[in-house]
C-alpha cells in the first residue's frame, strides 16, 4: 500500500480560486499516477465568515465574526478525524487551510496564538490525545500581492475584512511559513498560468512520496 500523506494548501483571502484549481489539477495528476486522492476543506473563522456562515451564534472574546473559534475547532476536528483515517487507508489528503490560516485569522482579531494558548486547543482538535495529532506532510503557499488578492476578493470583504487585514495576513503567512521545516514548505507564484503552478506543486508532492 502507498503511504497516505496530507497536503495542505494555503493562501491570503482572495486566493481561493487558485486554490481550488490547484486542487483539481494535482488530484487529476496524481490519480494518473496510480495515487488513490481524498480533498477535503478546513475552513478558519474568517474564511467561513466569507464562504456566508452567518447564522451561527456562537460569540466569545475571540472575535467578532460569527463563526467564531469554537466553530472553527469543531470544523477542524472533523476534518481531522477524516483525514486520519484517509491517510491511515493509503490515501494523498489534499487539503485547502489549516493551522496557518487559524493564526494568521487570529493576529487580524489582535490575538496572539501561541501566548493565548490558542495553539494547544488547535492542537487537541487536530487530535493531539486523541487518536494522533493530524499535521501537513507538506504545506504549498500560493503566493499573490495583497493588492491581487484584494483585487480578486471585490466587494466580498465588505464590513468583514479592510485592506490593511490582507496586508497583515500577508505578514503574518510569511512569519509563520519561514518557522517551518524547509521540505515541508513550498511556496508557488499565484498569478503563474495553472498548468505552470500545478507541475510546481506536483513535483514537491512526488518528493515526499
Known sequence: ????????????????KYAVSLAERLREA???????????DSPDSGRAQLMGALDLN????????????????????????????????GKIVLCKNFTLASIAYADLKGHDWYKEGLDSLEARARGLDFGGEVVP????????????????????IEGIFTPDDILRQASCYKRELAKLPAARV????????????????????????
Open 30 to 40: 496524481l490519480v494518473r499516477q496510480g495515487y488513490a486522492v481524498y480533498e477535503i
Open 137 to 156: 506532510d507538506l504545506t504549498i503557499f500560493l503566493d499573490a500581492a495583497p493588492e491581487i488578492a484584494l483585487d480578486n476578493l471585490g466587494s466580498s
Open 58 to 89: 456562537c460569540g466569545w472574546r475571540y472575535g467578532l465574526f460569527k463563526p467564531d473559534f469554537f466553530y472553527e475547532l469543531a470544523s477542524r476536528a472533523r476534518a481531522c478525524s477524516v483525514i486520519r483515517d484517509e491517510i491511515r487507508a
Open 1 to 16: 500500500m502507498k503511504t497516505g500523506k496530507l497536503i495542505v494548501i494555503e493562501g491570503l483571502y482572495g486566493t481561493g
Open 186 to 209: 513550498g511556496i508557488l507564484n499565484a498569478t503563474y498560468p495553472g498548468e505552470s503552478i500545478a507541475a510546481e506543486a506536483l513535483a514537491l508532492v512526488t518528493g515526499i512520496l
